[in-house]
């Protein structure tokens, strides 16, 4: 590739029928003979292994103290090509004050089996976070179907919420006390 006293690297370009851009790629990747991150992936790789709970930022420093000048961005784009990006853990949240002075009721329906829709209702609460504030969800589920059959939207959690939720279930539903068997013949 060593040109002579009159031939210019826009010459060979030109000759070769290829752009300037090209020779000089060619040039540069002609020795490494792959990928010229390969050495720096291995590195971030068994940095990952010994601490698999770090992040893009302390893998980073981590390859600096070992010797290598790199950036974070080079890094952040190595480690997510490699799927090591570590995910998250968010905090749970409690939203369920147990320590109150209402009474606990006891569960009645855990050994109940069910058959067919309308035999259990459960019913929840729930909130939705907005932009600027909170609403609050009340809903009512038929425990066989899984289906919601009643619910309602407000912005605060009185008693109105679950009883509009209650009335809408009951609208759509006909709660019978007890159910007769489909097969049972109704005297």
């Known amino acids: 590739m060593k040109t002579g006293p009159g031939l210019t690297v826009e010459r060979m370009a030109e000759l070769a029928r290829i752009s300037r851009a090209s020779f000089y790629r060619f040039e ?5 003979g ?9 590195a971030i790789q068994r940095v990952a292994l ?15 103290r070992r010797g290598w000048a790199v950036n974070w961005k080079r890094v952040y784009r190595l480690m997510r090509k490699d799927n090591l990006l570590c995910v998250r853990k968010r905090k749970f949240v409690v939203t369920t004050d147990s320590n109150h002075g209402n ?10 089996v069910l058959t067919d829709i309308d035999q259990l209702w459960r019913a929840d609460i729930t909130y939705i976070r907005l932009r ?7 809903v009512v589920l038929d ?3 899984r289906r919601v059959i009643g619910w309602a ?4 959690l009185e008693d109105e919420l679950t009883l509009s939720a ?9 709660a019978e006390e007890h159910r007769q068997p489909k097969d049972v013949p109704q005297r």
Request: with cysteine; glycine share 10%; net charge neutral.
């Open 103 to 112: 009474r606990i009721w006891p569960n009645l329906t855990a050994g109940m």
């Open 50 to 64: 010994e601490w698999p709970c770090c992040g893009r930022r302390r893998i980073t420093q981590e390859l600096h």
């Open 34 to 42: 792959g990928d010229a991150d390969m050495d720096l992936r291995d």
């Open 132 to 138: 600027e504030e909170f609403v609050f969800l009340a």
């Open 28 to 32: 540069k990747g002609a020795g490494s």
């Open 153 to 156: 939207l407000g912005r605060t």
């Open 143 to 145: 425990a066989y179907s």
């Open 166 to 174: 209650l009335e809408m279930a009951l609208s759509r539903r006909v």
